[in-house]
Structure formats: structure tokens, C-alpha cells
């Protein structure tokens, strides 16, 4: 059987302990494609490819059976909650 959601949150969850974490599997459920947004302390200080290297080593045994993975976001805590402030103070269209 291939890697479920759950499988993915739950390496990243216990390797990089996020404050926000979100997982879709793109793959129609075959578990073969995933699309992450992460959000931890632990890219303090690190560049997005730093961080891309971090969640592939997270998911070392699940990239076995994965065919793609895409980082949509790696964020610091800090650039979430900046993100989420230029978001919401968007004026509707």
C-alpha cells in the first residue's frame, strides 16, 4: 500500500513539530503525490532550500514510495503570521 496523508503529517509532525501544518494528496488517493504547507521554529535562521532539505529528510522513508512532493510553503512562524496579517487586510473584489 502507498503513503497515506497521515503517514506524511504524522513524520513531519513528530521530526519538526509545526505550528501549522497542512497535507493534500494530489494524487487522487493512490498516495503517490503531495502538495505540504509547513510552518516551524526550526527554519529559523534557514533558507527555503535549507528548509526544503529538512522536510525531505522528515520524509526520508515515505520519498521511497512517493513520486512527487511539492513544498508549497516553509515558513518561520513569524512569516506565517506576517502572511496571514497581508492576507486578511486585503480588500475583497
Known amino acids: 500500500m502507498g503513503v497515506t496523508k497521515e ?3 504524522s513524520s513531519l509532525t513528530s521530526v519538526m513539530n ?3 501544518l ?3 494528496d494530489t494524487s487522487g488517493g493512490c498516495g503517490a503525490s503531495f502538495a505540504i504547507e509547513i510552518v516551524s521554529e526550526q527554519f529559523e ?4 532550500l535549507e ?3 529538512m522536510v525531505n529528510a ?3 522513508e515515505e520519498l521511497k514510495q512517493i513520486h512527487a512532493l ?3 510553503k516553509a515558513l518561520t512562524p513569524e512569516q506565517w503570521k506576517q502572511q496571514q496579517e497581508a492576507e486578511n ?4 473584489a
Open 58 to 60: 522528515a520524509l526520508q
Open 7 to 9: 503517514d506524511v503529517e
Open 18 to 20: 509545526p505550528s501549522h
Open 45 to 48: 535562521g534557514k533558507r527555503l
Open 51 to 53: 528548509r526544503h532539505r
Open 22 to 24: 497542512e497535507v493534500i
Open 70 to 72: 511539492s513544498i508549497k
Open 89 to 92: 487586510s486585503e480588500p475583497a
